[in-house]
Each structure stands twice: as structure tokens, then as C-alpha cells.
């Protein structure tokens, strides 16, 4: 089956952190960029970061950069997410995300739109 | 960054109607570039339009897309249950890549 399944979301205090997993199957896990999407309860969608099939490009929006950092273990079919000094705003779920398509840079990019999604884990940040 | 702007951010409406989303954005987007995705309460978002105008997979051909430069619609021909939902937009021309507020479409 193709399929997402996050885990290592939880309760943690201002200041802390945490790391994210993803793990894919069901496809060619190395063919494909991959991305973190969050959203706040109640809220839209904030694309996270990014990060192309090989780890050679990688993008973050500006709310995370410096904070989290996003990689990948294609020998593994996993996704990461390294949530660092977490402030009570990071609270939300977060999404994995498979890219499909090329971006305007070519395919070793992590420019995509998501064709896949996982059910998300909820990090919470409270003290 | 390029901003998206949905509208309106709800759209009330019945089973049987036409529905027509809005998303304009801060600067020209490549239609290539654009998506639009579906979410239902407690689930993940499921891609419906991508390079504005082509179905995903699966997607019936009551939804459709069209648009270019700064804005671009979603058209829903004719609402079935199954597609009161919340609605987004996405640009992944640019980087960071931005997401619109989204627009809740609901039953009246």
C-alpha cells in the first residue's frame, strides 16, 4: 500500500525539541522529494521545508530556518524533521508530504506540488 | 514570497451547485506551478488540480481549473455531498513555497 506514516510528535516545553519521522512505502521512496507541511488546529496549511531526492536541495520557510532542519535516509524510506528551541506557535500538526512533478529548476529540486499525504502527528508546545 | 489570496473564505451553497474559488496571487505564477487541494475534517489534504488546470488522479471531471499569470480558479460543476470541504491553493514556482488561506465550501 502507498502510504505516509509520521511519528515523534508530543508535549513539549517552550525551548525544547523534537524529531519527526516519516516512513514511506508503497513506492520508490529515492524518486521523489519530500516535504514537511504544518497546520495549526484550526488553521490553513504552512508549507515547512523541502528537500529533493538526493539531499542536494533543500528549502525551509523563513518562520523555521535556523530551527528545523528537515533530512532523509533513502536506505531507510524516511523522512526527518528536527525540531529545535520550539516555541509555542510551532504547535500544530505536521504533515509529510511526497512530491510529485518538476519545479521550474529541474527534477533534482525539491519544487513540487504533494500527491501524497500522511495523517499527520501533533506536536503541541506548552509549558 | 509570493502571497495567495483566496476568496471568498466561505462559500455557501447546495448540493447541485455550481461553486467557483478564487486564488490571486502577489506576482505571475507559471500555471504550471499551481495546485489546488481538498480537505475534510480530521483527514489530510488530497490533491485535486495541479498545473491549474489537470485533474489528479481520481479526481472527478466535476472539478476543474483554469487561470494564468496572478489568478486562477477552481470550478466545481455541480456540488455533491461529498464535496463540502475546506479548499487551498499552492504555488511551487518560488521559493518558499506558499499555500492560499483557503476556502471553506459548505452546505447551506
Known amino acids: 500500500e502507498v502510504q505516509l506514516v509520521e511519528s515523534g510528535g508530543g508535549l513539549v516545553q517552550p525551548g525544547g525539541s523534537l524529531r519527526l519521522s516519516c516512513a514511506a512505502s508503497?513506492?520508490?521512496?529515492?524518486?521523489?522529494?519530500m516535504h514537511w507541511v504544518r497546520q495549526a488546529p484550526g488553521k490553513g496549511l504552512e508549507w515547512v521545508s523541502g528537500?529533493?531526492?538526493?539531499?542536494?536541495?533543500?528549502g525551509s520557510a523563513d518562520s523555521v530556518k535556523g530551527r528545523f532542519t528537515i533530512s532523509r535516509d533513502n536506505s531507510k524510506n524516511s523522512l526527518y524533521l528536527q525540531i529545535n528551541s520550539l516555541r509555542p506557535e510551532d504547535t500544530a500538526f505536521y504533515y509529510c508530504?511526497?512530491?510529485?512533478?518538476?519545479?521550474?529548476?529541474?527534477?533534482?529540486?525539491?519544487?513540487?506540488?504533494?500527491?501524497?499525504w500522511g495523517r499527520g502527528t501533533l506536536v503541541t508546545v506548552s509549558s | 514570497e509570493i502571497v495567495l489570496t483566496q476568496s471568498p473564505g466561505t462559500l455557501s451553497l447546495s448540493p447541485g451547485e455550481r461553486a467557483s474559488l478564487s486564488c490571486r496571487a502577489s506576482?505571475?505564477?507559471?500555471?504550471?506551478?499551481l495546485a489546488w487541494y481538498q480537505q475534510k475534517p480530521g483527514q489530510a489534504p488530497r490533491l485535486v488540480i495541479y498545473?491549474?488546470?489537470s485533474r489528479a488522479t481520481g479526481i472527478p471531471d466535476r472539478f476543474s481549473g483554469s487561470g494564468s499569470g496572478t489568478d486562477f480558479t477552481l470550478t466545481i460543476s455541480r456540488l455533491e455531498p461529498e464535496d463540502f470541504a475546506v479548499y487551498y491553493c499552492?504555488?511551487?514556482?518560488?521559493?518558499?513555497?506558499?499555500f492560499g488561506g483557503g476556502t471553506k465550501v459548505e452546505i447551506k
Open positions: 508530504a511526497k512530491g510529485s512533478g518538476t519545479g521550474p529548476y529541474g527534477s533534482g529540486t525539491y519544487y513540487s506540488r504533494f500527491d501524497l
Open positions: 508503497g513506492f520508490t521512496f529515492d524518486d521523489y522529494a
Open positions: 528537500i529533493s531526492w538526493n539531499s542536494g536541495s533543500i
Open positions: 506576482q505571475t505564477i507559471s500555471s504550471t506551478y
Open positions: 498545473g491549474a488546470s
Open positions: 499552492q504555488q511551487y514556482g518560488s521559493s518558499p513555497l506558499t
